[in-house]
């Protein structure tokens, strides 16, 4: 009884679980408490505070051959926070190292008013004292030239309140990948025969100091089917199904279950395959996903403006390398320059899907997400922008701001479309490619229809290296996965064991010619020119693009590790 | 030929055989086949599977933090190839010590009907270890053919008798809403302090079920319940030391678990000495007497003994061995015994969490006698024999993904001749008196601590003290100081023990070291030491914050519930 009695009166008094709405008010009430309060002698004033605050509902679960994995389902709330200190013209931010006036912090699953109150006393006291410091860093180092653009576009606010997306059940997540899984063989032809799901469901609430306050919706749902086959040579290879969609729009789990099966069955199929005996240098297709992956890895990252931050010089190394004084401060995007053919044209609209994961209304900082007319005529006209400026894009923010709570969000790739000024059939970029070939010398041409994925690569016990479409020297092609050769008769002979050597963001300006249009998606890693170390992790993007024929690419033979190959014949069922 | 005999083992029980040995048995079978087939069998082969189901509840200013549950399968395969005198697990030397080690974290199904994908699991790691060792052993053999001879030549593993021992192993769960109930009013009472910065209440229940097969004929189902609650409150000083106070409770059933009632008191007088210690001076440098409480003692004995007479140790040439040429010799007073013996779950009426019934090499948990009378005896063995050890006593250890090493259960110290906390605390202001001091230390409490073993860098030890107060020799009251460690080295530190309470604590706690993290306990009766060095602690730079801590709602301000 006593037991009871203390249950009932704890109930009573213990803090009552706050409403979004009171989220909200309470944030509203701390932006305003800690500008008025916070300050330093002789620091610069606090002019922008920004929280966001995540408050969602994730359940993921992994299942191989039919049996689960592992699973966990718990809500995931987190408060990021923004301060500046300056001015727009020259603040804190912009300027390299992790003390850079962006942190955050895990909120408490059951979110009471004093816990909200005293998670954003931490994270604004200590972000604060950071961004302080880091202002006098930059100040020391870093003197801006006439032209300097400034660190931030202020007096842009939004308020608004949409729609709360509903979630998914631990247990449909189980199913799903349970039931998925069930897809790949027992016959003992797969390596690797896993699935994740993982889903993401809630709201995004963002509140500043300029006024904005905003809820928006989050849905996402990620499922990956990977597989892996050993050829008799000992090489490994891997291919997956990736659906980024709402839960309603997901295929039923029976096609799901069917769509693994043809994965794995064509997998298996692949590892039978001849290797690629020589060099060879001259045309290549790119049809299907091919194409998705090629624009991703040459295209993209010379369409996002937001310049690189200013390297902050550590006795180890410069931290944010890229940033140029003489140039636009940016290494990979550059206005006017081409990178397509003339006559194409290129434009990113996160509006365009409204259902789609890589979808949104309103971006990271609380900025209208826009049409953004990229490429024109072949040549780089407009650059996708955050709230950074950039001398040579005065407009400004064209809301792409994109990036994880607690850092910098830059101005990135969601939904892009290529567009060729004339497509052909697939027949005729064929016979194109075909009569390219002759001047090289061959009988035949390459054509490719799918890449491995390099995270899904990287679930072998080996652990496959993750580059991501990024190397040493620039950016990479992964390996093929789909690759023919296709002679004059149509026919298509399956190769393996090959791999593009020396591939240049300038083979899209040699592209030769589209075919029909193809989708794709994928999860693009949080930071410009990062990496991605998990195949559930990252931005949902979506790209549309011409399948094309480049006139010359490299493709060298890759030698396999016999030492990989199992000594033990695999188990069946 | 003993490799192939004990393939032939058949276990006694099998009716009692689960589906997951089931599956074990079999792979390990099949893969045999093709080993024996390939010509290269491993002479030793043992799998093993850790069922892991485990509830987390955090709860934080008066709120839930978190509450996680999480149910895990892992596979463990130690393999070896060659012969138990030299075999691919030798230690490898120079550049080709830089080879990737085969053990590492297998996440298994955790469902098992049907079973093909845990039997697809365990085949592919089981091949990738055989593939690994066929390479290892040639470059152990070049290795051990071009350098020099090691130190101490010993064989790589002892082979032993199978023990069958199916036991049943129940998960136990506790009322999680009852729990989060009350941690969140223990979180609540633990930031009723406008000086506490962060604070914290955890419950930790974790179950554990291991399938362990070899192909010496060992079957084992083995496991337990570990529970653990605890609180911890946090803050910022004026200075800039970042404090925090945690105290825990480890208990082998979860009806042991404490009432509301002790944990609310355990969180104030945390809550309380967090707020004792932000107003407390930091100490200074000192070499003087120092008193050790039961618990500071057993950390001290566990750093500065227990890691040193771990047998694998003495293997490595790169290993300081400080006690390999004392075995027979004294190396402590001789009122004191030390022992480690896994097989006891309980002391003093606390639960200990170095019990265990079977290591990871599957051994029988055993008391391994260290010290006797202050004499050194012998060494905490796992299978990898020492040429004066050839036997394992149970201490095969390791935490998932790792290999097992000889490490610590429950440390014991015994003194034979023991005196009163009184007398122990005149007799070290007589030691202060002595050695012409204003002040001995008491050390109260401790957080932990960590020992470097090897021969580059200094062989000392650093034990972290939490609480820790001034002995005035004048008479004045006991003061309460921060920032101090105490440190040194093991040879000196042992000699300078002259006397033991009576009254042993119980430390219990998780250990790190080569094979991963294990939990431990150490007891120990508090010490008088005649002279030990205090060095100051690590110091943070950041200022408290700038604003007050904002207030705690009254209770029913707002209306409960909301759109969640």
Redesign the interface.
């Given at each position: 009884m006593t037991a009871l009695l203390a249950l009932v009166v704890g109930s009573v008094l213990a803090d009552p679980v706050i409403t979004h709405e009171q989220q909200r008010a309470v944030l509203t009430e701390e932006i305003a408490r800690h500008q008025q309060q916070l300050t330093l002698p002789e620091a610069p004033p606090l002019y922008h505070l920004r929280y966001q605050l995540l408050d969602f509902e994730q359940a993921q679960a992994r299942a191989s051959f039919g049996s689960l994995v592992l699973t966990e389902s718990s809500p995931f709330l987190a408060l990021g926070v923004e301060v500046r200190v300056g001015d727009p013209a020259f603040d804190n931010t912009n300027y390299g190292g992790w003390e850079s006036g962006f942190g955050r912090l895990g909120l408490p699953h059951q979110l009471t008013e004093r816990a909200l109150r005293q998670a954003c006393w931490q994270l604004t006291d200590s972000t604060y004292k950071e961004a302080v410091e880091q202002y006098a860093r930059k100040k020391a180092a870093f003197t801006p030239p006439p032209d300097y653009p400034g660190d931030f576009q202020a007096g842009l606010s939004r308020d608004g309140i949409y729609d709360h997306v509903p979630g998914a059940t631990e247990a449909w997540v189980q199913d799903l990948a349970r039931s998925t899984s069930t897809g790949f063989p027992t016959d003992g032809s797969l390596e690797l025969g896993t699935v994740i799901v993982a889903t993401e469901q809630g709201s995004r609430t963002v509140i500043d100091s300029e006024g904005t306050s905003l809820q928006l919706p989050h849905s996402e749902i990620i499922l990956r089917a990977m597989a892996h086959a050993r050829a008799d040579d000992g090489a490994l290879l891997s291919d997956h199904h990736s659906w980024l969609l709402r839960i309603d729009q997901l295929p039923s789990q029976e096609d799901l279950a069917a769509s693994a099966a043809v994965l794995a069955k064509d997998l298996v199929t692949w590892t039978q395959a001849p290797t690629l005996e020589d060099e060879y240098v001259g045309p290549v297709i790119f049809e299907d996903e091919a194409a998705v992956d090629l624009f991703r890895a040459l295209l993209v990252g010379q369409l996002e403006g937001t310049p690189p931050p200013i390297p902050f010089e550590a006795r180890f190394g410069a931290l944010g390398e890229g940033f140029s004084l003489a140039g636009d401060g940016s290494t990979g995007a550059r206005l006017n320059r081409r990178v397509l053919p003339a006559g194409w044209s290129a434009a990113d609209d996160p509006r365009v899907e409204p259902f789609h994961p890589a979808s949104f209304v309103i971006d990271t900082e609380g900025t209208l997400a826009q049409r953004v007319d990229l490429v024109q005529d072949g040549i780089v006209r407009n650059l996708l922008m955050s709230r950074v400026p950039r001398k040579d894009m005065p407009a400004g923010t064209n809301g792409h701001a994109r990036g994880s709570l607690g850092t910098r969000p830059a101005g990135r790739v969601a939904m892009l479309e290529v567009t060729p000024n004339r497509r052909v059939s697939r027949r005729k970029l064929h016979k194109k490619a075909l009569e390219l070939g002759k001047a090289y010398g061959h009988d035949h041409v390459i054509l490719v229809r799918r890449f491995q994925d390099d995270t899904v690569r990287a679930q072998d016990r080996s652990g496959a290296s993750v580059y991501d479409f990024l190397g040493d020297d620039g950016p990479r092609l992964p390996p093929p996965l789909v690759l023919y050769k296709l002679y004059s008769d149509g026919r298509e002979e399956p190769i393996r064991g090959a791999s593009f050597a020396r591939v240049d963001r300038s083979a899209l300006r040699d592209i030769v010619a589209a075919g029909p249009q193809v989708y794709g998606r994928y999860l693009a890693p949080f930071e410009p020119g990062g990496a991605n170390f998990s195949p559930i992790v990252g931005m949902p993007t979506a790209l549309w693009v011409p399948e094309v024929l480049v006139e010359e690419l490299e493709l060298v033979p890759v030698s396999a590790d016999p030492r990989s190959k199992p000594a033990v014949p695999a188990p069946t069922q | 030929m003993l490799a192939h005999l004990v393939l032939l083992v058949i276990p006694t029980t099998l009716a009692q055989v689960s589906p997951i040995e089931a599956v074990l048995d079999q792979?390990l079978a099949?893969?045999m086949a093709?080993?024996e087939q390939?010509g290269e069998p491993p002479y030793y082969t043992a799998l093993s599977i850790e069922e892991n189901q485990k509830t987390r509840i955090v709860a934080?200013?008066?709120?839930?933090?978190?509450?996680?549950d999480?149910?895990?399968a892992f596979l463990d395969v130690d393999l070896r190839l060659g012969s138990p005198d030299l075999d691919s697990t030798h230690p490898l030397r120079g550049m080709s010590s830089l080879r990737e080690e085969a053990r590492?974290t297998v996440?298994?199904?955790?469902?098992?009907d049907?079973d093909?994908?845990?039997?697809?699991?365990v085949?592919?790691?089981?091949?990738?270890h055989?593939?690994d060792a066929v390479?290892r052993i040639v470059v152990v053999r070049a290795n051990k053919n071009v350098k020099v001879e090691e130190e101490l030549p010993a064989p790589d593993f002892e082979l032993r008798e199978p023990t069958v021992d199916r036991q049943e192993v129940s998960f136990e769960t506790v009322d999680d809403a009852?729990w989060t109930?009350?941690l969140?009013?223990v979180s609540?009472r633990l930031d009723a302090h406008p000086r506490v910065?962060?604070s914290r209440a955890a419950l930790t229940i974790e179950n554990e079920r291991e399938t362990f097969v070899d192909t010496e004929g060992t079957r084992l189902v083995h496991g337990g319940t570990w529970a653990r609650v605890g609180v911890s409150a946090s803050a910022t000083a004026d200075d800039g030391d970042e404090l925090s106070i945690s105290r825990s409770m480890s208990f082998r059933a979860v009806d042991g678990l404490p009432s509301?009632q002790e944990l609310l008191d355990l969180a104030e007088q945390a809550r309380d000495l967090l707020v004792a210690q932000l107003d407390a001076p930091r100490g200074q440098p000192y070499r003087g007497p120092v008193l050790l409480g039961g618990k500071a003692a057993a950390v001290f004995f566990h750093e500065v003994l227990g890691h040193r007479v771990e047998g694998h140790r003495m293997k490595f040439d790169s290993d300081g061995k400080t006690f390999l040429e004392y075995v027979g010799r004294p190396i402590l007073p001789p009122f004191l015994d030390i022992y480690d013996d896994p097989t006891i779950r309980s002391l003093s009426g606390e639960d200990l969490n170095g019990f265990y019934a079977y290591d990871d090499e599957g051994v029988p948990a055993q008391r391994a006698l260290v010290v006797d009378d202050g004499v050194l005896r012998g060494f905490l063995m796992s299978r990898s024999p020492l040429p004066d050890f050839p036997h394992t006593n149970g201490h095969g250890r390791r935490s998932t993904g790792k290999a097992p090493s000889s490490r610590m259960g429950n440390t014991i110290v015994e003194a034979s001749e023991t005196v009163s906390h009184d007398k122990l605390r005149a007799m070290l202001l007589d030691k202060v008196r002595d050695q012409g001091l204003e002040y001995g230390l008491y050390v109260e409490e401790i957080a932990g601590g960590f020992t470097m073993t090897g021969r580059i860098m200094p062989n000392s030890f650093n034990v972290r003290a939490v609480t820790t107060y001034k002995v005035w020799a004048d008479g004045r009251p006991d003061e309460l100081i921060r920032g101090v460690d105490l440190v040194g080295t093991p040879l000196v530190a042992f000699g300078n023990i002259v006397a033991a309470g009576d009254d042993p604590g119980v430390f219990n706690g998780t250990c790190g070291a080569g094979s991963g993290w294990v939990p431990v306990s150490a007891i120990s009766p508090s010490l008088l030491v005649e002279q030990v060095e205090f060095q100051l602690k690590e110091k943070g730079a950041?200022?408290p914050?700038?604003?007050p801590?904002?207030?705690?709602?009254p209770?029913?301000a707002?209306?409960?519930?909301?759109?969640?």
């Amino acid at each position: 009884m006593t037991a009871l009695l203390a249950l009932v009166v704890g109930s009573v008094l213990a803090d009552p679980v706050i409403t979004h709405e009171q989220q909200r008010a309470v944030l509203t009430e701390e932006i305003a408490r800690h500008q008025q309060q916070l300050t330093l002698p002789e620091a610069p004033p606090l002019y922008h505070l920004r929280y966001q605050l995540l408050d969602f509902e994730q359940a993921q679960a992994r299942a191989s051959f039919g049996s689960l994995v592992l699973t966990e389902s718990s809500p995931f709330l987190a408060l990021g926070v923004e301060v500046r200190v300056g001015d727009p013209a020259f603040d804190n931010t912009n300027y390299g190292g992790w003390e850079s006036g962006f942190g955050r912090l895990g909120l408490p699953h059951q979110l009471t008013e004093r816990a909200l109150r005293q998670a954003c006393w931490q994270l604004t006291d200590s972000t604060y004292k950071e961004a302080v410091e880091q202002y006098a860093r930059k100040k020391a180092a870093f003197t801006p030239p006439p032209d300097y653009p400034g660190d931030f576009q202020a007096g842009l606010s939004r308020d608004g309140i949409y729609d709360h997306v509903p979630g998914a059940t631990e247990a449909w997540v189980q199913d799903l990948a349970r039931s998925t899984s069930t897809g790949f063989p027992t016959d003992g032809s797969l390596e690797l025969g896993t699935v994740i799901v993982a889903t993401e469901q809630g709201s995004r609430t963002v509140i500043d100091s300029e006024g904005t306050s905003l809820q928006l919706p989050h849905s996402e749902i990620i499922l990956r089917a990977m597989a892996h086959a050993r050829a008799d040579d000992g090489a490994l290879l891997s291919d997956h199904h990736s659906w980024l969609l709402r839960i309603d729009q997901l295929p039923s789990q029976e096609d799901l279950a069917a769509s693994a099966a043809v994965l794995a069955k064509d997998l298996v199929t692949w590892t039978q395959a001849p290797t690629l005996e020589d060099e060879y240098v001259g045309p290549v297709i790119f049809e299907d996903e091919a194409a998705v992956d090629l624009f991703r890895a040459l295209l993209v990252g010379q369409l996002e403006g937001t310049p690189p931050p200013i390297p902050f010089e550590a006795r180890f190394g410069a931290l944010g390398e890229g940033f140029s004084l003489a140039g636009d401060g940016s290494t990979g995007a550059r206005l006017n320059r081409r990178v397509l053919p003339a006559g194409w044209s290129a434009a990113d609209d996160p509006r365009v899907e409204p259902f789609h994961p890589a979808s949104f209304v309103i971006d990271t900082e609380g900025t209208l997400a826009q049409r953004v007319d990229l490429v024109q005529d072949g040549i780089v006209r407009n650059l996708l922008m955050s709230r950074v400026p950039r001398k040579d894009m005065p407009a400004g923010t064209n809301g792409h701001a994109r990036g994880s709570l607690g850092t910098r969000p830059a101005g990135r790739v969601a939904m892009l479309e290529v567009t060729p000024n004339r497509r052909v059939s697939r027949r005729k970029l064929h016979k194109k490619a075909l009569e390219l070939g002759k001047a090289y010398g061959h009988d035949h041409v390459i054509l490719v229809r799918r890449f491995q994925d390099d995270t899904v690569r990287a679930q072998d016990r080996s652990g496959a290296s993750v580059y991501d479409f990024l190397g040493d020297d620039g950016p990479r092609l992964p390996p093929p996965l789909v690759l023919y050769k296709l002679y004059s008769d149509g026919r298509e002979e399956p190769i393996r064991g090959a791999s593009f050597a020396r591939v240049d963001r300038s083979a899209l300006r040699d592209i030769v010619a589209a075919g029909p249009q193809v989708y794709g998606r994928y999860l693009a890693p949080f930071e410009p020119g990062g990496a991605n170390f998990s195949p559930i992790v990252g931005m949902p993007t979506a790209l549309w693009v011409p399948e094309v024929l480049v006139e010359e690419l490299e493709l060298v033979p890759v030698s396999a590790d016999p030492r990989s190959k199992p000594a033990v014949p695999a188990p069946t069922q | 030929m003993l490799a192939h005999l004990v393939l032939l083992v058949i276990p006694t029980t099998l009716a009692q055989v689960s589906p997951i040995e089931a599956v074990l048995d079999q792979e390990l079978a099949r893969a045999m086949a093709t080993f024996e087939q390939r010509g290269e069998p491993p002479y030793y082969t043992a799998l093993s599977i850790e069922e892991n189901q485990k509830t987390r509840i955090v709860a934080t200013a008066g709120t839930l933090q978190s509450h996680n549950d999480q149910h895990v399968a892992f596979l463990d395969v130690d393999l070896r190839l060659g012969s138990p005198d030299l075999d691919s697990t030798h230690p490898l030397r120079g550049m080709s010590s830089l080879r990737e080690e085969a053990r590492r974290t297998v996440n298994l199904p955790i469902e098992h009907d049907p079973d093909y994908p845990l039997r697809h699991a365990v085949w592919k790691e089981l091949d990738a270890h055989w593939r690994d060792a066929v390479e290892r052993i040639v470059v152990v053999r070049a290795n051990k053919n071009v350098k020099v001879e090691e130190e101490l030549p010993a064989p790589d593993f002892e082979l032993r008798e199978p023990t069958v021992d199916r036991q049943e192993v129940s998960f136990e769960t506790v009322d999680d809403a009852a729990w989060t109930e009350i941690l969140i009013r223990v979180s609540d009472r633990l930031d009723a302090h406008p000086r506490v910065h962060r604070s914290r209440a955890a419950l930790t229940i974790e179950n554990e079920r291991e399938t362990f097969v070899d192909t010496e004929g060992t079957r084992l189902v083995h496991g337990g319940t570990w529970a653990r609650v605890g609180v911890s409150a946090s803050a910022t000083a004026d200075d800039g030391d970042e404090l925090s106070i945690s105290r825990s409770m480890s208990f082998r059933a979860v009806d042991g678990l404490p009432s509301e009632q002790e944990l609310l008191d355990l969180a104030e007088q945390a809550r309380d000495l967090l707020v004792a210690q932000l107003d407390a001076p930091r100490g200074q440098p000192y070499r003087g007497p120092v008193l050790l409480g039961g618990k500071a003692a057993a950390v001290f004995f566990h750093e500065v003994l227990g890691h040193r007479v771990e047998g694998h140790r003495m293997k490595f040439d790169s290993d300081g061995k400080t006690f390999l040429e004392y075995v027979g010799r004294p190396i402590l007073p001789p009122f004191l015994d030390i022992y480690d013996d896994p097989t006891i779950r309980s002391l003093s009426g606390e639960d200990l969490n170095g019990f265990y019934a079977y290591d990871d090499e599957g051994v029988p948990a055993q008391r391994a006698l260290v010290v006797d009378d202050g004499v050194l005896r012998g060494f905490l063995m796992s299978r990898s024999p020492l040429p004066d050890f050839p036997h394992t006593n149970g201490h095969g250890r390791r935490s998932t993904g790792k290999a097992p090493s000889s490490r610590m259960g429950n440390t014991i110290v015994e003194a034979s001749e023991t005196v009163s906390h009184d007398k122990l605390r005149a007799m070290l202001l007589d030691k202060v008196r002595d050695q012409g001091l204003e002040y001995g230390l008491y050390v109260e409490e401790i957080a932990g601590g960590f020992t470097m073993t090897g021969r580059i860098m200094p062989n000392s030890f650093n034990v972290r003290a939490v609480t820790t107060y001034k002995v005035w020799a004048d008479g004045r009251p006991d003061e309460l100081i921060r920032g101090v460690d105490l440190v040194g080295t093991p040879l000196v530190a042992f000699g300078n023990i002259v006397a033991a309470g009576d009254d042993p604590g119980v430390f219990n706690g998780t250990c790190g070291a080569g094979s991963g993290w294990v939990p431990v306990s150490a007891i120990s009766p508090s010490l008088l030491v005649e002279q030990v060095e205090f060095q100051l602690k690590e110091k943070g730079a950041d200022r408290p914050p700038m604003l007050p801590k904002p207030d705690a709602p009254p209770p029913g301000a707002q209306a409960a519930g909301g759109e969640r």
